[in-house]
């Protein structure tokens, strides 16, 4: 499907500006990858020759992509093994710390990532024209991948049709628009449930602040 179809409502009438003009090193090729609401996005032809600055973005993706989690998330998953084994809360129980490594082992085991994730490898692969190709700048990623989920109709749709150099660094199995689907909304409903387990079992008002943060997140992606 076209990406110039998935758009949700008319974009904001923008200033015509001219095309970019990037200084480019030999042997790296820049190409358009696909608009969404009137905005070009662009990638790399060989996704291999990352600039340094995006490759080690990508690289910090990837880490939490083979986790199944947020960098954040795995933080909380570990403090609150931490607090349970440590008796903080008057003692430990054995149950809880059990219940918190099955649920670190069922999102090793998940088949796709969860959607959250999916966007930002799209927001390290993927630059407009105001982007340095070499410069990743995690601020405007957050505004420009927000805008995506403004204007991307089916999301599902999005991730199985971006262009083939994205698809070369994407460790996506080969999965169909409707399974993807189907993985998303089970990995959302299995996150949720995680989260408010976690909430119900700590006792540390810090974390529980952060853990609501994540769990508004899943309800706001679902």
Known sequence: ????????????????????????NEGCVIVPAFVIADVQYYCLEDA????TERGFQALAVYEEWNNRMTHNMLKE???????QVSGRS????????????????????????????LWKMAGVAFFDES???????????????QFW?????????????VPL??????PLPNIS????????????????????????MTSNQVLKSLLSQELKLAHDIM
């Open 1 to 24: 499907m076209n990406l110039l179809n998935l758009r949700k409502k008319k974009p904001v009438e923008q200033e015509k500006k001219k095309g970019p003009t990037w200084q480019i």
């Open 131 to 145: 982007e340095s190709p070499y410069v990743y700048d995690e601020k405007y990623a957050r505004k420009k991948i």
């Open 149 to 161: 989920k403004d204007n991307v109709e089916d999301r599902e749709v999005f991730f199985c049709s």
């Open 48 to 51: 291999y020759k990352t600039f």
């Open 77 to 83: 998953f570990i403090n609150e093994i931490s607090d």
């Open 165 to 170: 150099p994205l698809r070369a660094i994407f």
């Open 90 to 117: 008057g003692q430990v129980d054995l149950n809880n710390v059990y219940s918190l490594v099955q649920m670190v082992k069922e999102r090793v085991e998940w088949p796709v990532p969860t959607t959250e994730l």
């Open 177 to 200: 628009v409707e399974d993807l689907k189907l993985c998303e909304q089970v990995i959302s409903k299995a996150t949720e449930k995680q989260l408010e387990s976690i909430i119900g």
